[in-house]
């Protein structure tokens, strides 16, 4: 079977794992602390052109989205996202378990615009009866988004002027923020994510690494007592050189970028091959994620040498499905594909 479900079905980069082997018997102090994790937050700082921000390690997504929204928000409040959102749809109600309710906004391609913020901004504060529901408190993105789209810096420019009026933190899922930063037409560099979000992460589990993402702050408002709310949550690795090691290894000689250009290299070949056998897509996506609208039958032909996840149903006989591709896909095994593909 040939995977193209997710894009963390491999283990890790061979330099990641050099580079953990190499220090697998020093001893350093814990809870990134050391000298490893101080290294990568140098170049996260330097990437981000941000001598203010703060980088924290953490093992996985759900951990950093439930540990940031919880941070910021206060017990009455609740956070803004697309109703496809990750924190939403995908994280088994993580972020409501905390106490804080997700305020859904609907969306036809994953993201949410400033006009939409402010509407649902003055509507609660022009609501008579405003302290009997759940004020928002912050603002969730996802880039790339869960449907494989991008924000234009345009968009993000707007987006962020938007919550900064209106005192709502933009906080930034970061979790294939490799593969959109690589994407053909996107104009977003990680120092522009760094300028117009308060706060953000840098995908690692999705990205080359055995686990881990960076999460940085950059308002210092947002900055106080994190570590004590990431040992809260259980978040606090003693171990956490691993993950500054990780990151130290994608980050410092540009591998991360290298890596992410391949995913997405590899997925404009699967939609090229789809397009020529005239199937249209459920979203247009220049990143690692595409999402085919396929015949059934068709369906039936590609599940047996490969794996996909369904995505929805279109009509009676046809279905919505992801093809993704990693940092570690294979041409050989999208050749493959492709050739399955115009058989069809």
């Known amino acids: 079977m040939i995977r193209f479900e997710c894009d963390y079905a491999e283990g890790a980069h061979p330099r990641v794992l050099e580079f953990l082997t190499k220090t697998n018997f020093e001893q350093t102090p814990g809870y990134s602390v050391d000298p490893y994790c101080e290294k990568a937050r140098g170049i996260i700082k330097k990437l981000c052109q941000s001598d203010r921000a703060e980088v924290h390690f953490l093992v996985g997504g759900t951990q950093a989205n439930t540990i940031v929204i919880e941070s910021i928000l206060r017990p009455h409040q609740g956070v803004v996202s697309a109703e496809t959102g990750h924190i939403s749809v995908h994280e088994t109600g993580a972020i409501e378990a905390t106490g804080h309710k997700v305020l859904t906004l609907p969306s036809e391609d994953g993201k949410i615009t400033a006009a939409q913020v402010r509407e649902v901004y003055e509507s609660h504060w022009n609501d008579p009866n405003a302290e009997h529901t759940v004020q928002p408190g912050m603002v969730y993105i996802s880039n790339p988004t869960e449907n494989g789209t991008l924000y234009t810096k345009k968009e993000l420019t707007e987006l962020s002027e938007a919550c900064r009026s209106l005192g709502l933190p933009l906080f930034l899922d970061g979790a294939r923020m490799g593969y959109g930063l690589a994407a053909e037409g996107n104009d977003l560099a990680l120092a522009d994510i760094a300028r117009l979000c308060d706060v953000f992460y840098i995908g690692g589990t999705k990205v080359g690494a055995l686990f881990g ?89 590609l599940k047996k040498k490969y794996a996909y996840s369904f995505w929805k149903r279109v009509d009676d006989q046809r279905s919505a499905v992801r093809f993704c591709t990693s940092w570690a896909t294979r041409e050989e095994d999208v050749e493959l594909l492709l050739e399955d593909i115009r058989s069809l």
Request: net charge negative; glycine share 6%; no cysteine.
């Open 213 to 301: 993402e960076a999460v940085v702050i950059t308002d210092p408002s947002l900055q106080k007592d994190f570590r004590y709310m990431i040992k809260q949550h259980g978040g606090l690795l003693a171990k956490g050189r691993l993950l500054g090691i990780q990151f130290m290894a994608l980050l410092e000689d540009g591998l991360y970028f290298e890596i992410s250009e391949h995913a997405d290299r590899m997925a404009m070949k699967i939609k090229a091959a789809f397009e020529e056998k005239g199937y249209a897509f459920l979203y247009e996506s220049a990143t690692n994620q595409q999402f085919p609208i396929i015949p059934d039958d068709k369906l039936e032909v």
